[in-house]
């Protein structure tokens, strides 16, 4: 069983930039193998046609549904698990976790029941063509049955990281990638099976993941224990669980909505738009995010282990510290990216209709990356510390009430230059947004080891 006083002395007193950086190289090397995994799936399935392509994009759009549910019970359990043990509440701490786990594999489970039942109007929801349903078909449906697992892998993955083991983390994560990549091409090309081989591929790595993670609390590698015993369902602990974790389903669920408007408004300009758009620019975008904001992932459990220690000068150091660095990360992964652009949409797309329309909007997209750290940041300090209002604020803006009106008013006036331009607009909007709010945080936490009052969070 680990220490907890060892680990309690390293949240608190361990400088920050060391601290930060420990536990952000894990978790930047989980995003960065995943985010390969995407890449390399995007890749295999283009051979298949531009059709096929579009459908990763349509199916990331379920993902995102998976990944929503998944991030709020996990980073809605996490953040309370941390701040419990900054406090030395451990039993709570398992009681939180154990109750956030669960909920995230039930909430996964009635997705991808509902999911199947409705499988044919759910692909066209999320954006889907005539042409590429029997693509993006193939590949949710194996998606959709590994949903409870891979809800309960998001779940898992963020309560480790929330405790300061991004390293025990990312071994289920790396796993899981790994074994998707050559699953890819056993069922993909081996046994010709298509997308429906990349579908199966991603669902048995994700229940491989699942289960590694899981053996981390079942082995006694962590602080806190997860077990049916140890669930709380009583509405108080299922409400804070949700509140604190609601600000993850704004964000990720309103990107699976943004994902979805994007292929609509995609639409008319062909399977080549969406499969440039969704799933091409999408995916470089997130990899260079994963570049330069991996070390947001460590910076959470910092500021919100500290948080819960009243350690709030440590909060403020650590939010500047990866801004900083998030920022010249993202300056150079964006230019090495700008400046090979059509390169890298042929790489996983060698069509000119799809090169054209994708190399543009990775353009404004890599311009873009400079305005996130910030906004980005400053989000997962306020979910982290417990300010779920403030999180939910600049949740919502990014991917809903900035980015759904930008595309539909900037493509109806401007057509495929303005899908190009929405999300970098977005990102400018929110950027500018997100100042005054920091202000008012960083500005109402008091000296160290004072308390602040609860509805402060609220």
Known sequence: MQDNREQYEKMVNTPIPILVTQ????????????????????????????????????????????????????????????RRLG???????????????LLACISGLIIGVCGLIFIDPLMRLLGSTDTILPFARDYAIFILIAAP????????????????????????????AVLNIFGDMIFMFGFNMGTAGAGLSTALSQIVGFFILLSMYLCGKSQTRI?????????AVVGDIAATGFPSLLRQGLSSI???ILNQQAKPFGDAAIAAMSSIVNRVNFFAFALGLGLGQGFQPVSSFNYGAKKYSRVRKAF?????????LLAIVGAVIFLNTDAIIRLFRDDPAVTAIGSVALKWQCIALLFQPLAVCANMMFQSCGYRLLASLTAILRSGLYFIPMIMVLSHFLGLTGIQLAQPVTDVLLFVTTIPVLYYFLKKLPPDGEDIPEKHAA
Not at 46 to 66: C, D, E, N, R, Y
Not at 87 to 101: C, L, N, Q
Not at 227 to 233: E, G, I, L, M, T
């Open 23 to 82: 536990l952000g190289i894990p978790t930047t090397i989980s995003m960065l193998v995943t985010n390969i995994y995407n890449l390399v799936d995007t890749f295999f399935v283009g051979k298949l046609g531009t059709s096929a392509s579009g459908a990763v994009g349509v199916v990331f759009g379920l993902m995102a549904i998976l990944q929503a549910f998944g991030f709020m019970f996990g980073h809605g359990s996490g953040s309370i698990v941390s």
């Open 320 to 328: 500047w510290f990866t801004v900083i660095v998030s920022e010249v």
């Open 258 to 260: 943004s994902t979805m």
């Open 87 to 101: 406090a030395g509440r451990v039993e709570e701490a398992s009681r939180y976790a154990s109750t956030g786990f």
């Open 227 to 235: 077990s049916v015993k140890n669930a709380d369902f009583r509405p």
């Open 149 to 176: 697992f891979m809800t309960g892998s998001f779940a898992l993955n963020n309560l480790l990281r929330y405790e300061g083991l991004a390293s025990r983390a990312m071994v289920g994560l790396i796993s899981g």
